[in-house]
């Protein structure tokens, strides 16, 4: 198990252009969050700025973020190759693409198989047919599940970088109609808020991770959108959507999949600093990453 994280940022919103998520990484490194945390800071990559012309899809950026969501493949790989724990700091969650291609790539390499955990107000799990907005940050679970737009798919050295049966969503609460169809028929399984309220996250993340490990364990990535939490704790995003996951128990099941063992690369995106108020998100961010990191050294995480 690796010791270290390796911080990648992604400081860009080509994926929901204008959100404010490109200045994400900036503001947790001025509030000492990556020293603070231990963490190793690799730097941020680079890409270009959105030229403001959708492509013949009606899909905006997807030049944008193919090329982003490249030089975040690589940097995440740069992080595993070396033997650290990558934590890719977005920038939108179109970055997810990136992250996903690297660690699919890796955990194909190792031989393990490859499973995706995914937080998310959003499944997104739109392609260019369905998407009401055109924002490629609507874009990458679909992606990596093998289904949208060709020059996004080809950020991956394979396609589809995941078996659609070892995607699984937590907190999704704003489905696109065509969206919810695209999951259905792709055999995705996602967990709305009222089963969340139902059953619990922790339980649900408890039964997820027993699953994989019947499964023979592998390598999980989990991609965690700020927007899954409820805005009254986590304003600091793009897209909020009210009803969403309590600090307390995303922290707590942050902690059972630190404590799992079996992820060995995460995502952090859509954290707005612009629209954050008195610091709560930032606050929020902190407390849901130190209650992994604490799950995984064995400690008890500080709920506050
Ligand atoms: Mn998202």
Redesign the pocket.
């Given at each position: 198990m690796s010791g270290w994280y390796g911080l990648v940022g992604a400081p860009t919103d080509v994926g929901n252009v204008d959100c404010g998520a490109a200045e994400g990484p900036g503001a947790l490194r001025a509030m000492g969050l990556p020293r603070r945390m231990g963490m190793v800071d690799r730097g941020d990559v680079r890409g270009p700025a959105y030229d403001g012309r959708p492509d013949a899809t009606g899909s905006r950026s997807v030049r944008e973020t193919a090329a982003w969501c490249a030089a975040v493949r690589d940097g995440v790989a740069g992080v595993l190759a070396d033997g650290g724990f990558p934590l890719m700091l977005g920038g939108d969650?179109a970055m997810?693409l990136g992250s996903i291609a690297a660690a699919a790539a890796h955990a194909r390499q190792e031989g393990r198989n490859f499973f995706v955990l995914?937080f998310?107000?959003?499944p997104?799990f739109n392609t260019p047919e369905t998407t009401p907005s055109g924002n490629t940050?609507g874009y990458?679970a679909a992606l990596a599940c093998g289904i949208g737009h060709p020059d996004l798919l080809s950020v991956g050295a394979f396609t589809p970088l995941i078996r659609p049966d070892r995607l699984i969503q937590f907190g999704v609460r704003d489905i696109d109609a065509g969206e919810r169809a695209n999951l259905l028929r792709i055999g995705v399984e996602f967990h709305e808020m009222d089963a969340v309220r139902e059953k619990g996250l922790e339980a649900l993340v408890a039964h997820t991770i027993a699953r994989i490990q019947a499964a023979g364990g592998g390598h999980v990535h989990v991609?965690f959108?700020i927007?899954a939490l409820d805005p009254a704790a986590a304003p600091g995003v793009g897209t909020p959507v009210s009803g969403g996951l309590t600090p307390a128990e995303t922290v707590g099941a942050m902690r059972l999949l630190g404590a799992s063992g079996l992820v060995r690369s995460l995502d952090i995106?859509?954290f707005a600093p612009r629209h954050d108020r008195d610091g709560m998100t930032a606050l929020t961010v902190e407390q849901v990453l130190a209650g992994f990191m604490a799950g995984r050294t064995g400690q008890r995480a500080l709920v506050a």
């Amino acid at each position: 198990m690796s010791g270290w994280y390796g911080l990648v940022g992604a400081p860009t919103d080509v994926g929901n252009v204008d959100c404010g998520a490109a200045e994400g990484p900036g503001a947790l490194r001025a509030m000492g969050l990556p020293r603070r945390m231990g963490m190793v800071d690799r730097g941020d990559v680079r890409g270009p700025a959105y030229d403001g012309r959708p492509d013949a899809t009606g899909s905006r950026s997807v030049r944008e973020t193919a090329a982003w969501c490249a030089a975040v493949r690589d940097g995440v790989a740069g992080v595993l190759a070396d033997g650290g724990f990558p934590l890719m700091l977005g920038g939108d969650h179109a970055m997810a693409l990136g992250s996903i291609a690297a660690a699919a790539a890796h955990a194909r390499q190792e031989g393990r198989n490859f499973f995706v955990l995914w937080f998310d107000a959003h499944p997104d799990f739109n392609t260019p047919e369905t998407t009401p907005s055109g924002n490629t940050h609507g874009y990458p679970a679909a992606l990596a599940c093998g289904i949208g737009h060709p020059d996004l798919l080809s950020v991956g050295a394979f396609t589809p970088l995941i078996r659609p049966d070892r995607l699984i969503q937590f907190g999704v609460r704003d489905i696109d109609a065509g969206e919810r169809a695209n999951l259905l028929r792709i055999g995705v399984e996602f967990h709305e808020m009222d089963a969340v309220r139902e059953k619990g996250l922790e339980a649900l993340v408890a039964h997820t991770i027993a699953r994989i490990q019947a499964a023979g364990g592998g390598h999980v990535h989990v991609s965690f959108d700020i927007d899954a939490l409820d805005p009254a704790a986590a304003p600091g995003v793009g897209t909020p959507v009210s009803g969403g996951l309590t600090p307390a128990e995303t922290v707590g099941a942050m902690r059972l999949l630190g404590a799992s063992g079996l992820v060995r690369s995460l995502d952090i995106v859509e954290f707005a600093p612009r629209h954050d108020r008195d610091g709560m998100t930032a606050l929020t961010v902190e407390q849901v990453l130190a209650g992994f990191m604490a799950g995984r050294t064995g400690q008890r995480a500080l709920v506050a």
